[in-house]
């Protein structure tokens, strides 16, 4: 299947948004990172906001998209509710945070809602691509691969943002530690999951071109073999080890000028990565229609 990058930048930010999210509210929940909670709000919105603008390159007629808000079982459908709900939910942690005394506490429901939203959200964006007559897209390691990406982008972006902000950084060593930690657990399980499902196709039988009845239409072995770099370099060693490595490093110096560099170098490497998951997860998208 054809790649579409304007799909890939909106998985991927849609990730690092709610990953922002979900992080701040945990440190709410842990009374930090006061001085970044409003910053934090807004940086989350407007990651949001650009994966919003990247979406709509994928559509020709981006005036058509209304018509596929007919049916809730639809998955544009779900991502727009999220989003939405995402964003009110977004508005009042902004206001709450705001009209606290020192500028950053909101009430302990509302961290809870924050994390709850950024998990939601992410699972329901992944959610929507879950395609039975895709076999690679059809696993719930497909889901958990965005979330473990928002879980590695997000402690990490807060991290720098607090280290700027000048906020103590105790709090936020163990969430970005345990985040990475999940990301990379869960990379790991999709990559493989893609390196295996090449040879899954090869069971069931090929179809054949009518005009060239001796050759398959698609060698699935050989386009899985081909993602070894993607996966195994971009997702997992770039994508899941560097910023694994980055956050104990980081946490281990526990200074703003550690968490600026690890952390940015953290967040570099989860984005590199994000992207060659999905990049590698388009190459397998191929339909079980060929090989019948």
Same mark, same amino acid.
């Given at each position: 299947?054809e790649l ?5 930048l909106?998985?991927?930010?849609v ?8 992080a701040?509210?945990?440190?709410a $929940? ?6 970044s ?7 989350s ?6 994966? %919003?603008i990247?979406?709509?390159? @994928?559509?020709? @007629? ?6 596929? #808000?007919?049916h809730l079982?639809?998955? !544009? ?10 964003? !009110?939910v /977004? +508005?009042?942690?902004? /206001?709450l945070a ?10 302990k ?8 939203? &950024?998990? +939601? $959200?992410?699972?329901?964006?992944? @959610?929507s ?6 076999p690679?897209?059809?696993? =719930? ?13 997000g ?5 720098i943002?607090?280290?700027?902000k000048?906020?103590? $950084?105790?709090?936020v ?9 999940i990301?990379? *657990? ?6 493989? #999951? ?13 179809y ?12 699935? /072995? ?12 971009g997702?997992? !060693? ?9 956050c =104990?490093?980081?946490r281990?110096?526990g200074?703003?000028? %550690?968490?600026?560099?690890f952390?940015?170098?953290? *967040? /570099?490497?989860?984005? +590199? &990565?994000? =992207?060659c998951?999905? *990049?590698? #997860? ?6 079980v #229609?060929?090989?019948?």
């Amino acid at each position: 299947m054809e790649l579409q990058w304007p799909l890939i930048l909106f998985t991927t930010l849609v990730a690092w948004a709610a990953g922002v999210f979900g992080a701040q509210g945990v440190l709410a $929940l842990r009374g930090a990172a006061k001085k970044s909670q409003q910053m934090l709000c807004v940086l989350s919105c407007v990651l949001l906001a650009a994966s %919003g603008i990247a979406v709509f390159f @994928h559509l020709q @007629h981006w005036e058509r998209i209304f018509n596929g #808000f007919g049916h809730l079982t639809s998955g !544009i459908t779900q991502e727009l509710i999220a989003i939405v709900v995402f964003v !009110i939910v /977004a +508005v009042a942690y902004f /206001a709450l945070a705001r009209k606290s005394d020192d500028g950053g506490t909101v009430p302990k429901w509302m961290a809870v809602l924050a994390v709850a939203m &950024g998990v +939601v $959200l992410a699972a329901v964006c992944a @959610h929507s691509y879950m395609m039975a007559a895709r076999p690679v897209w059809d696993c =719930v390691l497909e889901v958990l691969s965005i979330v473990g990406a928002a879980c590695i982008l997000g402690p990490a972006t807060c991290a720098i943002v607090m280290a700027v902000k000048g906020d103590v $950084l105790d709090a936020v060593g163990l969430p970005a530690l345990a985040g990475s930690v999940i990301g990379a *657990v869960t990379s790991v399980a999709y990559a493989a #999951f893609i390196q295996m499902s090449g040879s899954a196709f090869t069971q069931v039988g090929y179809y054949f071109d009518p005009t060239v009845p001796t050759k398959e239409m698609v060698d699935a /072995a050989a386009t899985a073999g081909g993602q070894v770099p993607l996966l195994w370099v971009g997702a997992v !060693i770039v994508g899941a080890a560097v910023p694994l490595v980055c956050c =104990v490093l980081a946490r281990k110096k526990g200074d703003a000028a %550690g968490w600026k560099l690890f952390g940015g170098v953290a *967040v /570099a490497a989860a984005l +590199v &990565g994000a =992207v060659c998951l999905r *990049v590698a #997860f388009y190459n397998m998208g191929m339909s079980v #229609f060929m090989f019948y």
